[in-house]
Each structure stands twice: as C-alpha cells, then as structure tokens.
C-alpha cells in the first residue's frame, strides 16, 4: 500500500501489476479498492494496474472533524492523487459508479495526464435511485439513524454484504450463485466493518447534489461508457447523455444488467474493455 497525504486527507492505493501503460481504478460509494481486484486480475496483463480508494473509503483517512464534502473538494483531491501516481505518464482512468465520476471529473482537469476514460455505471449528475436514492431522501430529513441503522445490518458479516447488494443488481438468483461477488464480500468485509457510517453518509449528501456536466463540455480524450439495462441505482440515461454529449465518447448497454456490471458481467466487461483499449 502506498499512500499520500492532501488538505488533511490521507488517501491510500495499490500496486497491482507492471507495464506499459496505467490503468487507475476508482471504486464506488461504500466500496473499496479490494473491489476490484476481480477485474484487475483479468486486465493486469495489460499493463501497470492500480487501485486507488475514495476519501472516507477503505484504508483512506479523512482530516479529524470531517464532517463534509463537496464535489468540488472531492475532484480537487482526487486530481491530486492520480498526479501522485501518474507521475508525468499518461494514464487510463477505470471508474465504477462514484468513480466514474471521479475519472471523469478527474478527466476534465488533467487533459494532459488521462489519455482515456472507461466509466462503468457511471454517476453524472445526481440524485440517485432504488436504494441509496432512499438514503438521500434519509439523509435530507435528517434521519441519519434509520441510515446507519440500515447500513450497519449489511456490515454484521459477509452474507449481510452479500444481501445489501441485492439492491443494485438485476438478477437476484444469478447474484446468490456469483463466486465473484461472494469473493468480493468475503475479500472486503474485513475493511468493510470497520468502515465508518458517517463517511459514507458525507458522500451520500454529495451526491444528491452532483453534476459534473458542466465540466465535461470540452472533453475530447476517448470515453468508454458500460452500464447496464436495468441498473437500479443510476438511471441508464447518464450513460446515454455522455454518449450523446461527448465526442469520444463511446457506450455498451449491457441486457439484463444492474448496477454492478464488472461483477454481474465480468466476461462481456473485460472483452470490451481489451477491444477498446487496443484501438486506442
């Protein structure tokens, strides 16, 4: 694990493989790098892989008295963290969900350091839906302890994780009998317990009032939008806006796909990442 410190935040990510080429993955709301590590096994031969974790999120430690954040903060440390690990390389940003924002948001900073973006289920603008829509609405009627009273089931142990993601996937027995996501669960939940409900309750309220496409209007580097059909959290149309409004901006709707598409269709993911990347 390496680490750097910005405006008091202490952010945290990892080495996964060499190469080439950069590839940083962002996980998203109440995850963390361990996430990926499925995904990051299949695509490691393609270069250098690393895992960056949100503020708040994992191993990564906020500033004593955090209370708040904005999207504008968020962005800001994050762009400072790509930096730290890009060095003066090109990179390619691989954001899910709230990381997708973030890479895209990060994007439209760093032209000169992201070369390409892949969003998966991206959040372009807010608020959500289904599940943590409902958190929001918890949230701005100030009842924070429904929220962490709902959450804290799911951090009890791996099949409470397994059944909080119930709520962001399409086909419920096919997540039950997926070895990825169990994998997933049994991998995180060592962090995932201990991760603080308040942390996430910040993010959440940043969310709600999220939207980054006023930032997006000049960006040109390639976009890879996946998501899926039926993803109950962000509403399949934010992936159709990036494809409409960015000119290198490319999307895969995935039939029969929820909100976690690297972990309900990490074959149809990987191929189209890998054919992606290579005629970029």
């Known amino acids: 694990m390496q680490t750097c410190t910005y405006a008091g935040h ?3 990510w990892e080495e996964h493989s060499a190469g080439a080429q950069t590839l940083i993955f962002l996980h998203g709301f109440s995850d963390s790098r361990r996430g990926w590590l499925p995904l990051i096994e299949r695509l490691a031969p393609i270069g250098r ?13 906020p500033p004593a008295g955090y209370c708040a954040l904005t999207q504008d903060q968020l962005l800001t440390i994050m762009t400072y963290a790509v930096q730290q690990i890009a060095g003066h390389q090109p990179v390619t940003l691989v954001g899910h969900s709230t990381g997708g924002l973030v890479a895209l948001g990060v994007a439209s900073r760093l032209a000169g350091c992201v070369a390409r973006v892949v969003a998966l289920n991206s959040v372009v603008w807010g608020p959500l839906s289904g599940m943590l829509g409902f958190a929001q609405w918890l949230l701005r009627h100030q009842m924070y302890r429904v929220f962490w009273g709902m959450w804290r089931v799911t951090q009890l142990s791996p099949i409470a994780m397994m059944y909080g993601l119930t709520f962001y996937v399409c086909q419920q027995r096919a997540h039950w009998r997926n070895p990825l996501t169990w994998r997933v669960c049994r991998d995180s939940y060592p962090w995932y317990r201990r991760q603080p409900l308040r942390h996430l309750a910040i ?3 940043l969310l709600e009032a999220c939207d980054i ?10 976009v890879l939008a996946i998501t899926g ?7 399949v149309e934010q992936s159709r ?10 999307v895969h709707i995935l039939p029969r796909i929820g909100h976690l598409a690297h972990l309900e269709a990490p074959a149809i993911c990987e191929q189209a990442i890998r054919a992606w990347l290579a005629r970029r």
């Open 10 to 12: 202490t952010l945290t």
């Open 49 to 61: 892989c690393v895992s960056l974790d949100l503020p708040g999120h994992g191993l990564a430690r």
């Open 203 to 205: 993010l959440l309220n």
């Open 213 to 222: 496409r006023p930032l997006l209007c000049n960006l040109t580097l390639p």
């Open 229 to 235: 059909e039926y993803d109950p959290i962000v509403p």
């Open 241 to 250: 806006w990036l494809a409409a409004h960015l000119p290198g901006a490319q």
